[in-house]
């Protein structure tokens, strides 16, 4: 075993340490008044209250899954390290989730207070709060690398080193499932929940009784304050750790196929990007120093700070790469690093069409505003049709970078052979990795939106009055902006790492025929067979009728995937509208502020819809790859991946950016355009900020997840699939 | 050549003189008042106005692809009968929309004078024009394949008779691509054109002046009228004249290509699917005229009575299925004929499916209208969840009677041999053409609809009174049930058809192949290759990056042209707008009937609105599938048509359900439920159904063009790939 995994252990300490560094900074700010304090508290009671029971559903679902692999694992279907890994990638991606939002809860009064004094603090200790975030998720992801890396190196007993290292990064490829499946959960029940929440409180406070966001008559404030912590904190916390470990572990395990041959080589391939992901903590570390402002700075200047952390380390990283891949001696390290510099570009290339096509200032955004001159149909028309326009730019920039990553991988051999293939593939795997390798920072802009939303909930019911408010509002249009580049690396990351999921899917068919001692269909050996062996044996090509059901099917998940949590959050939100409606109507005062409403009972309730509604969609995401495996085998499931990630990618793109649209189209006319706050334009504007909220917040970053825990699962099941299919 | 084609020159034949009876029939009919001539003469005018100047700027299309064909002759990368079957193929699909628009302008009037009358008057001179719409466009389409056929096997002059066959039949594929260009056109410029005018007449007449529908007060009005005309019936005969003619032509040339060893069943392989095409001809006749009801039917009768013609004719061509293969020796009779039953089975089960999902007779509906009583955001939002679970039936469905379908045809050939490919995508092709036999009746309910509907507008501005409205009402509901059925065999057969032009696509690569005398990418003998040789060839399997970003750029493209199609109709609705207000505004009298407003200034801005906005979508849709073949080559063109066929389907469906949904949850809400007409629930849905018009009426019809149009340009164009391609 390479000593160069005690580096990516040290990084992960590091990351940790100064997470819990910046956690304990946070937590020496003064929290405010006795009524910011209680009502953070109240917003921290029922964000855990809620996490607490979603682990438990959660925790059961880990159980049943563990021990059907346990079973497999008996019968010689799958290897019994997978139960394990497949554990600990769940409570990992959870333990990210559950500190991102403890920190989230504790840090929002804290923004709220600090930005009482100026913005600058605000920013300060909101960013500061993001960056725990970021760091716990990038820690503990190399934590549970590194150390599942050294573990399996010390106990599988394996005479052929190649063989080992392909067995260990592929058994380490499950604990991507655990994490995708804690993922999945997350983002739709922390999606449904806040969606729910927020959809509720604004229909019936905003739209019937006319009172402003956040107001504390409104009984369903503090459950929405409590979503953004638990959809738009824990449930993104968990979504970043799962693509940022996937993306390593897919490359990590193509890396040792790829480069098989060569002894010296196969460790460094593996080692490779968990290191360029190790510098790039300490890169994100030097970032977010670096993001800090003269007293009294303007927006422009605030915004200039943030993206300097940002572009700092994105150059830095690509220096390094460079470096880093030149010292460990690759004959292609100049190609190898510019598949990276492809995945970095297409991340900011994606980030910016994300920003042109939603962002106010600009004028697709600005149309779909002028759209509600003829009412909130023409609103919806107009945003639809921006969604669906939008996805070319990223389209075709994956596309671009996905030959762009493999040419450069495999030194631009344009003919298609195993060798060519297997190169390349890596080259879209460290791609990948290079895009996401500087999450610390990303993730820590990301995350430190909601905490300025909920800091700016707290002001509001605390009555700081409008000028902390304005501030809140200006750290979280801030959020808005740098989130909108957060999307690009996290879809393009996703995408990219799907198809790094669909080489190792190959791979996995080998071990699992080795294990089980089959021969291909065709009678190849697997040892000795390359990726395009197995394609031919399989029949894995585009006039196999079993392949193109197959894609049939992976396009139609995408959909109902999206229908369901769409119906999931309806439903949920019909709830809360009833409740809110209710307490108006029978709790006598509470439109004089005279009596407090009942807070507690609609986060019960969007606990309740939220854990009741996730189910459905997320079994399903789970068991439509098994099924599929079982019925069309091998091929059909090929087709299903990639029908679910090209269908599943673009309707994702397509429904971020149309919420995203409609979102910042209400702003705009509530910043006076158009008529302004309250007209009937502003009104046909909310229409579609609505109709907008699960599509940017549940379904959207829903699909990223689902696409990869699909590959995951048909990764792990392969054992299953290759004894027994109908076709 | 074989002496059956006689009888397809004959079915056609017979088609048309039926058609032309029927519509001496109808012109016998008296057309009404004064008023009800003047108001069909407007109508008749504006629809035949646009349809010349439709055609007009498809003709200048026309000729550039045309001289581009000719141009490839010449260089030997097509051959020369190409630009001239292309040219027939645009000109009979232009006049079968032409023929059956001058019928339904015609007929309107007379409807509503014979609905005066009683209902079942009233059916039958709607349903009869339909019937002439019908049986022109099965007429048409088997006159264009016959003749065809006929002259191509007089001309070519080709020693080796298996090789001559294979030749005539992907030559006359091209006029395959004569069709979808003009079909695409007539969908996406019809469809333009009657949602501008429904969403403008809607959105200033029903919603801000508050005037009933059809109201002669509304300078929109006739130009919404025109629009049923030159969308609904124009656009839909060219729509399903192309799915017809498709299907037929993808699988001759599959049927020439499998059976190419035998020279006693390739051509009757190749003349099978045109012989069912006729048999279907003769059936939908009888159904035609079993459609007949008492004086005094209820509404569940006439529907009983409609249901009787189609399900007589369905049953009637499986029987009918069964003796043709069986009386022409096909050893596989059976299987094959069980092909076509798959297909029947899978059009039926989408229809019921479809009429679930957009009934209001059913819970999914109801549950929209339920949902307008939390406002307009929550109807969108349940109408989108429904719209994204209803692709799930649809698409299993096709999955198994692609499964089915193959397998039938091939004797149940698990594995993956070239025979068992070739024979079982013939029995794919053949499912469509059985699909899709009996459209002679099958349109004529879907083509009444219009006729009702416009019937209904002429009641309203005559001032026929309630009675007679009622009527039409009833019929054009009636219309919309069965049109549900017809929506299933229409997209059903497209994913079918598409399927068959992707293998029909790499046949043309052998003939292309052999045209410019090379060799297979491998060294192979493009003459002795199969299918699977081919796919080897050209690596097209789901390892091969360039397939993955061709299907990655097809599913966009879905996207992309909804895109564009919804932003369209936005454009123009906005213009429309626009000038109702003007004209309410500034023409005195006219809200008090006392002036007449300028209809034909709305009617041409319908016009130009939909020629403008309808070149860069269909344009773009002959140009990608061009453009990919010369960046990415083979591989790329068929990720790309695989790509776009998957998620195009899927998305269409999404699409033509949720506007369906819409449609009918309003419909549900006037027919006094959920408070009824006028209510703050009937104005959500109101929005609902205006976001719905350009789901179900433009842009999801033109999906199911766009996935084949793709396939054929692909067919069309593959010399250009196969000689310049840079990957």
């Known amino acids: 075993m390479s000593n160069l995994v005690f580096l990516v252990l040290g990084a992960s300490v590091l990351a940790l340490a100064f997470a819990f560094f910046f956690f304990k900074q946070m937590m020496k700010e003064d929290e405010g008044t006795d009524t910011m304090k209680k009502i953070a508290l109240h917003v921290r009671k029922g964000a855990m209250a809620y996490l607490k029971q979603q682990y438990k559903i959660v925790g059961i679902v880990f159980v049943v899954l563990a021990v059907i692999f346990a079973v497999m694992a008996v019968f010689g279907l799958q290897n019994s390290w997978v139960p394990f890994a497949f554990l600990t990638g769940g409570f990992f991606s959870g333990l990210a989730g559950f500190f991102g939002m403890k920190t ?9 207070n600090a930005a009482q004094k100026s913005l600058d603090k605000g920013l300060k200790v909101a960013f500061r709060s993001g960056a725990v975030m970021g760091l716990t998720v ?20 394996e005479a052929d080193a190649a063989h080992k290292l392909i067995f260990i990064t592929t058994t380490m490829l499950t604990f991507g499932m655990g994490a995708s499946t804690q993922a999945l959960f997350a983002r739709v029940g922390g999606g449904i929940y806040t969606k ?48 940022y470990a996937g993306s390593i572990l897919a490359t990590a395990a193509l890396g040792a196929s790829a480069f098989a041959g060569s002894a010296e080589f196969q460790e460094k391939a593996v080692i490779a990007p968990m290191l360029i992901a190790s510098i790039g903590v300490v890169l994100s570390l030097i970032g977010i120093f670096l993001v800090k402002t003269k007293e009294g700075a303007t927006m422009k200047e605030l915004l200039r700070a943030l993206g300097r952390g940002v572009n700092v380390s994105a150059f830095l990283i690509t220096i390094a790469t460079f470096v880093i891949l030149y010292v460990m001696g690759f004959e292609n390290w100049l190609g190898i690093s510019f598949s990276v510099v492809s995945g970095l570009v297409a991340g900011i290339i994606i980030g910016q069409a994300t920003e042109y096509y939603t962002s106010q200032s600009y004028k697709p955004t600005q149309k779909v505003a002028e759209s509600s001159s003829t009412g909130p149909a023409t609103v919806i028309i107009s945003g639809l049709g921006l969604g669906m326009l939008s996805t070319a730019i990223p389209v075709i920039t994956v596309g671009v970078a996905i030959v762009m990553a493999y040419l450069c991988a495999n030194g631009f051999q344009l003919a298609f052979s195993a060798k060519a293939l297997s190169e390349g593939l890596y080259g879209i795997g460290i791609a990948a990795v290079g895009m996401l390798s500087t999450l610390g920072i990303t993730l820590a802009t990301d995350a430190y939106g909601p905490i300025a939303d909920n800091a ?15 501030r809140t509002d200006a750290l979280d249009a801030l959020g808005n902006t740098t989130a909108a580049t957060g999307k690009g690396f996290a879809i393009g990351s996703a995408a990219l790492t799907a198809l790094a999921l669909l080489a190792s899917y190959v791979e996995e068919i080998k071990i699992a025929l080795i294990r089980i001692g089959e021969k291909l269909p065709n009678g190849l050996e697997p040892a000795k067979a390359s990726l395009i062996d197995f394609m031919d044996a399989y029949s894995v090509n585009l006039m196999n009728p079993v392949v193109l059901v197959g894609v049939f099917v992976g396009a139609m998940m995408a959909f109902l995937f999206c229908g369901l949590t769409m119906n999931a959050v309806g439903r949920a939100a019909q709830k809360m509208v009833e409740e809110v409606r209710r307490q ?39 068991a439509i790859p098994i099924v599929v495996g079982v019925v069309l085998g091998v091929a059909g499931v090929m087709g299903l991946l990639i029908g679910g990630l090209s269908c599943g990618f673009v309707l994702a793109v397509f429904m971020a950016n149309a919420g995203g649209a409609w979102d910042n189209a209400k702003k705009y006319i509530e910043e006076g355009n158009f008529g302004g706050k309250g007209s009937d334009n502003h009104k046909a504007t909310v229409v579609g900020d609505t109709v907008g909220d699960p599509f940017k917040d549940t379904s959207g970053p829903s699909l990223n997840i689902l696409i990869k825990l699909m590959s995951m699962v048909s990764i792990v099941m392969v054992g299953l699939t290759v004894v027994f299919h109908l076709m």
């Open 138 to 157: 990038v820690g503990l992801a190399l934590l549970d690398i590194s150390a599942w890396y050294i573990i399996l190196n010390i106990f599988v007993k």
């Open 196 to 243: 729910a929440a927020d959809v509720g409180a604004d229909l019936v406070g905003k739209v019937e009784a006319g009172i402003p966001e956040d107001d504390p008559r409104n009984p369903a404030t503090i459950a929405d304050n409590v979503g953004d912590n638990v959809g738009d904190v824990a449930g993104m916390g968990a979504d970043l750790y799962e693509s």
């Open 104 to 112: 989230a809860t504790y840090a929002s009064a804290r923004t709220a």
């Open 456 to 470: 700016g909930g707290n002001a509001e019911m605390s009555g700081l009055g409008e000028e902390v408010r304005k």
């Open 584 to 622: 108006f109507r029978e709790i006598a005062g509470i439109m004089e502020g005279k009596a407090e409403p009942d807070y507690a009972r609609c986060v019960a309730i969007s606990t309740k819809g939220a854990q009741h509604e996730m189910l459905l969609p997320s079994i399903l995401a789970i």
